[in-house]
């Protein structure tokens, strides 16, 4: 009897304490399952990756076969410069040069004093020069009028005063030579290209020491390569750019005379000279420009497009367009062809279509 109510009191505890242990474990199970979330490996962030774009397919263009002028040119740069230019000098040897009145650049008037000469006392002895022609003109007509027609003709004395006469004479109109010569002034109205001469400078007997130019007679000036100088010929059409002025319709005049590198480049030998109708005011000598020469011209002539011709060693074609598109190659004859177009001889017609390369 007292066996079974202690097995009574024991299951009655066990069924007591029941609830406890449940939780316990409950509460044991959901802290490992905190842990455990906290040890297992975060998951990556997916990466943004850019949009991919699917390249375009380049397509080729098509041109239509039309007829056009097309006009084969030889380009050049040149500038203008003067008709008329010369050189500056003196002609007196080894002497001092006082005073210099302009530079290169200036424009002077006909006339105008340039530069000047030491000149010494020649002033006074042209002076006394003078005093003794006048004496020995004096004394000559004294001469004549003590003797008469016979006498005069046949006298010795009479003779050598004539003659000292006339030596005083040459002797002052050398003298007056000098005295010119010791100035230099401008021949005409013009612009002084360059002057080198400087106050101090001993002349050397005509050296060059300056140039002056004509403004009133420019002329276009051009430099073309040799090459394009054999297809250039006087009387070609020509259009020349001026700066901002614009275009000038012209004409070849002449080609060079000589090519020679080593030639004064200021001479207008070296260069092919162009007539021009009017020049844009303000143009003036040295004012850059560019001309393009008109060699060749083809009116109404068949014409495609260069990028549509296709070459392959000395063959020329293109790839035509059908209207059924379908593409095939014809072979063509080509003419003149110009920095965009080509003539097409023979093996195409107006309308047809052709492919770019």
Do not use: H
Request: proline content about 3%; charged content about 30%; glycine content about 8%.
């Amino acid at each position: 009897m007292l066996s079974i109510e202690w097995r009574t009191a024991q299951s009655n505890r066990r069924k007591r304490g029941a609830p406890a242990f449940r939780l316990l474990i409950s509460v044991l199970c959901l802290s490992l399952l905190s842990a455990g979330c906290t040890l297992l490996p975060q998951e990556e962030e997916k990466e943004s990756l850019p949009q991919i774009r699917v390249p375009k397919i380049a397509t080729k263009i098509e041109y239509p076969v039309t007829r056009q002028t097309l006009e084969l040119t030889a380009s050049g740069a040149g500038k203008l410069l003067s008709e008329q230019e010369d050189n500056l000098l003196f002609e007196l040897d080894n002497q001092r040069i006082t005073n210099v009145y302009v530079k290169a650049g200036d424009k002077v008037k006909k006339g105008q004093l340039l530069a000047a000469l030491d000149t010494g006392d020649t002033e006074s002895q042209i002076q006394r020069k003078q005093i003794e022609i006048a004496k020995a003109e004096l004394d000559l007509k004294d001469a004549l009028r003590g003797l008469d027609g016979d006498e005069a003709e046949s006298s010795t004395q009479l003779r050598k005063q004539e003659l000292d006469y006339g030596l005083l004479k040459d002797e002052l109109a050398e003298l007056q030579q000098d005295l010119t010569g010791s100035k230099l002034y401008a021949p005409y109205d013009g612009m002084i290209v360059s002057f080198t001469a400087e106050k101090g400078d001993l002349t050397q007997a005509y050296e060059t020491i300056g140039t002056i130019a004509d403004l009133s007679s420019l002329v276009v000036a051009v430099e073309f390569n040799t090459s394009d100088l054999d297809s250039i010929a006087p009387g070609m059409e020509t259009v020349v750019s001026i700066n901002a002025a614009g275009d000038y319709k012209g004409k070849v005049r002449r080609l060079p005379i000589s090519t020679d590198q080593d030639d004064d480049e200021e001479s207008l030998d070296s260069y092919t000279l162009i007539d021009v109708d009017k020049l844009p005011e303000g143009a003036g000598r040295g004012t850059p420009l560019s001309a393009s020469v008109i060699v060749e011209r083809r009116t109404n002539a068949l014409s495609i497009p260069l990028a549509a011709l296709r070459t392959q060693n000395s063959r020329n074609y293109v790839l035509v367009s059908n209207a059924d598109g379908s593409k095939g190659e014809v072979d063509v004859e080509v003419g003149i062809q110009t920095s965009t177009d080509a003539e097409i001889i023979k093996g195409l017609e107006e309308g047809q279509k052709v492919v770019s390369r």
